[in-house]
């Protein structure tokens, strides 16, 4: 009867713990330890994370109101790329490494353009309407961050952009700007 008893308290322990990892998170760590933060939204939440060996760095996270987890791993992707780190997603296990690195591991690539959060590296090819590609790519080289990176694919007159997504949500919305029938007949 006890063991009944025991096992019972820990099925619903187990069930409470689950339950609550949709639950609204404190989340504020000052001069924290990235890997140390990054261990502790795993506990909370129950994702699997592989971190690489040279994620060092500290962050600070300020909130005034508890997060729901989605928002709090948007905050921690955020903190993940300002140290110059990314994600990737490999079946249920985030792993965690140099931008640079994941830029040559096996990121997502989109042809539309990527949702801005959670911010993580992938690659995005953008079809150039009006403007020859290799104009363009050599012109905004300089709009991608430290760690991205702009080639130019001219048979198929498009841009292949590797850099975090907010940031090529931004370059996205310059394109759009310049790469217009009018600018195209500017430029001839």
């Not at 129950?46 to 760095?57: E, Q």
Request: hydrophobic fraction near 40%.
């Amino acid at each position: 009867m006890r063991l009944f008893f025991l096992s019972m308290c820990v099925l619903v322990l187990q069930l409470v713990s689950q339950s609550t990892t949709a639950a609204p998170m404190t989340w504020n760590h000052k001069n924290a330890d990235l890997v140390t933060v990054i261990e502790q939204y795993s506990k909370a939440t129950g994702a699997k994370f592989v971190i690489d060996s040279t994620v060092r760095g500290k962050i600070t996270f300020f909130n005034q109101q508890k997060l729901d987890p989605a928002e709090v791993f948007d905050q921690l992707s955020r903190a993940l790329a300002i140290n110059g780190f990314s994600w990737i997603k490999s079946k249920d296990t985030y792993v965690v490494r140099n931008a640079r690195s994941i830029q040559r591991d096996n990121m997502e690539i989109f042809t539309e353009l990527p949702p801005a959060d959670p911010e993580h590296m992938v690659s995005f090819i953008y079809k150039c309407k009006f403007i020859e590609c290799s104009k363009l790519s050599s012109e905004l080289r300089l709009l991608t961050s430290s760690y991205g990176e702009v080639a130019s694919y001219s048979e198929g007159n498009s841009l292949i952009i590797s850099d975090f997504t907010g940031n090529i949500n931004r370059i996205y919305r310059t394109f759009e700007k310049l790469d217009t029938e009018a600018t195209s007949a500017k430029n001839k």
